[in-house]
């Protein structure tokens, strides 16, 4: 995919990809199960990687009310004052490869997750 999107637009596009089992394994582990209620406050970080220990062992505290939590190669956001005005994502998109994801807010998770199980059956 990055290839064919190189050689027809020129642009060096990174891609992530997770498969279905991976996302479903994802959207079950949400270590912030509250936060459903409003998927605009929560986001999933989808790294090209796995998370780096700078990333694994990023000290959240200063920025609270937010919040993260690390998984293998995603980090979860609980952002009560949503994205844009984000301290700790802005902080975090500055460490390892963190800047190298690609972010997705609840609401897109959970409709990506039904259109995948819709489209297994």
């Known amino acids: 995919l990055a290839d064919a999107i190189r050689r027809i637009a020129g642009l060096d596009i990174p891609i992530i990809t997770r498969t279905a089992s991976e996302w479903a394994r994802l959207v079950a582990n949400n270590p912030f199960p509250g936060a459903n209620i409003d998927g605009t406050k929560l986001h999933v970080v989808f790294l090209k990687q796995p998370a780096t220990k700078l990333i694994r062992c990023f000290d959240a505290e200063p920025y609270k009310p937010e919040e993260l939590a690390v998984t293998e190669s995603e980090v979860y956001l609980l952002l009560p004052n949503g994205l844009g005005r984000s301290k700790l994502a802005t902080a975090l998109a500055r460490i390892d490869?963190?800047?190298?994801?690609t972010?997705?807010?609840?609401?897109?998770v959970t409709a990506l997750s039904e259109r995948i199980a819709a489209e297994r059956t």
């Open 103 to 108: 972010t997705r807010n609840w609401n897109t």
């Open 97 to 101: 490869n963190a800047n190298a994801g």
